[in-house]
């Protein structure tokens, strides 16, 4: 017997495609957008001079009157507290992540008892395991903003390392603090007063429960080259001729590791700069005061090489300070590059490898 089948697989033609384009067109002549779109989004893009909308209707004018209650909060998506299955890349134990440059006004106690308030850029960060996919790092700020009121020191640093270690579920964490520190300098002869700025750095580590603090100084100085003034005088003694020896603005990036329970204050990390290298920049300078300036200079006369090992010798001989870090950069009038130094003291700061763009940070503008 032979049995005929239904061609049920019949590809429909372009007639019966213009026949459904039709229909549908009547059909979305009358619908509102939304019920258009309700159907098929896709469909607006068929209807001549029509736009495409969203579904459903969204709403434009911001909700002023809209409050956010705990299971509305909880039905928020959250990435960066997701499986470990997001996680993008090696899982792979970070060191550090967390938030740089969140600025705020602090509290310091300095060290002849006054107060004063300055704005403070903030560095936190936390450690953060190989199976989690990130950290919510408004948490630190949040946690930073209870303490941000208090006069600030190491043990109120520790407090707020503390809370957000905690708030963050993390192991190890960091605080940086910098800020630029006014101290009012006399001038050499004239009697003048005048306020230098210094570029400081608090930073307390935690690392294996254990608490670790840091100072970070910038000093700038002026160096006078010790063979150019030979040179200079030998031209004067057996020539004649005036010559005058070459000195440029030079820095030092001074880092310290504090130890003990005696308050290492900032001004004490200053004087002891200044009296490795006597010869800081000046504030106020009346025409004594230059030619005062001069002779220190000629009185003090340095290689890139002396500056770093007198600041050595003044943090070797301070129980309050461990390991140390000395970065001198002069920044030469005579060429056309600089002369740099680095000394490290224990482990802590010791390293085969240096940031390539670290002598670029120590420039100093007036």
Known sequence: MNMQRPDVDTFPQRDDA??????????????????VADLDPAIARLLP??????????ARAFPEDFAVDEAYRASLPDLQNGPSSLIRGAKQHLQHVGISNFRLPIRFHARDDDDLRLETSVTGTVSLEAGKKGINMSRIMRSFYKHAQ???????IEAALKDYISDLDSFDARIQMRFSYPMKIKSLRSDLEGFQYYDIALELVEKNGQHR??????????????????????????????????????????????????CLWFEDLIDMARAAVPTETQVMVKREDEQAFAELNAANPIFVEDAARLFCQRFLADERIGDFRIVASHQESLHSHDAVSVLTEGPTFAADSLDPKLFNTLFHAG
Do not use: I
Request: with cysteine.
């Open 150 to 156: 208090k006069t600030f020191s190491f043990e109120v």
């Open 49 to 58: 001079e029509s736009e495409v909308s969203n579904y459903p209707a969204l």
């Open 18 to 35: 213009n026949k459904a384009l039709a229909v549908l067109r009547a059909w979305a002549r009358s619908a509102t957008p939304e019920e």
């Open 213 to 262: 603090k840091f100072m970070h100084l910038d000093y700038v100085y002026s160096s006078t080259c010790p063979c150019s003034l030979e040179l200079s005088e030998h031209a004067r003694q057996t020539r004649g001729q005036l010559a005058t020896p070459h000195s440029q603005r030079s820095v030092a990036r001074l880092s310290v590791e504090v130890l003990g329970h005696d």
